[in-house]
């Protein structure tokens, strides 16, 4: 008779606390309860899920399949330990991170001015029309994460190739000294004088006659090339 009573209570006790879904490891780890909420298995005085001899976590009479859901253990819901058949696997572990941010897209503006319209002729000195010219320059390379400016003088044809590669280099070398001076760092900006190895007229001049109408067919080759490279 007594046996038989022992065997009735230990049916109820299990009726009412239930055992979890698929037999779990003896050694699995503790799982740690948030209290806040309705919790729907047995814990202890640590807040930790009370497992049976095999490692099934012991339901309590409020256990449903929503409440082991919404209780919390860490970061994931209690049943991704103890009712892993119960709930979706994808939340049960951590979101994927973000995507890193696209990378700046570089930018390069090549910009051809008139050396004509920045210095007087054969002069490597600015003229305020360049000046201002260069102030716009300027500004736009500070909407920009600059990272160099590079500055290259051209001349025309008229006069000795160490002549014109001397006045190539003096206004590249200008064109840098006053972006500088409106704030761009010396050491983001290059400079190269070409001289005139690189005209950009051809032929077309080639049966001008006088000096003054020459000069004025070669006024294309007369120019500062800067390249501003940077990341919006």
Known sequence: MIKQTKKQLLLVAAAMLGFAGVAAPVAAQDVVVDRSGVVPYVIDARNVVARSGTGLCWRTGFWSPAAAETAMAGNFPVACACDPDIIAADKCVDAPAPAPAPAPTPTADKVRLSADA?????????????????????EQAKALNLEVILAVGHTDRIGSDAYNQALSE???EAVKAYL???GIEANRIYTEGKGKTQPVTGTQCDNVRGRTALIDCLQPDRRVEVEVIGTR
């Open 118 to 138: 920045l210095f007087d002729f054969d002069r490597a000195v600015l003229r305020p029309a360049g000046m201002e010219r260069l102030n716009q320059l300027a």
């Open 170 to 172: 003096r206004r590249a």
């Open 180 to 182: 500088v001076s409106r």
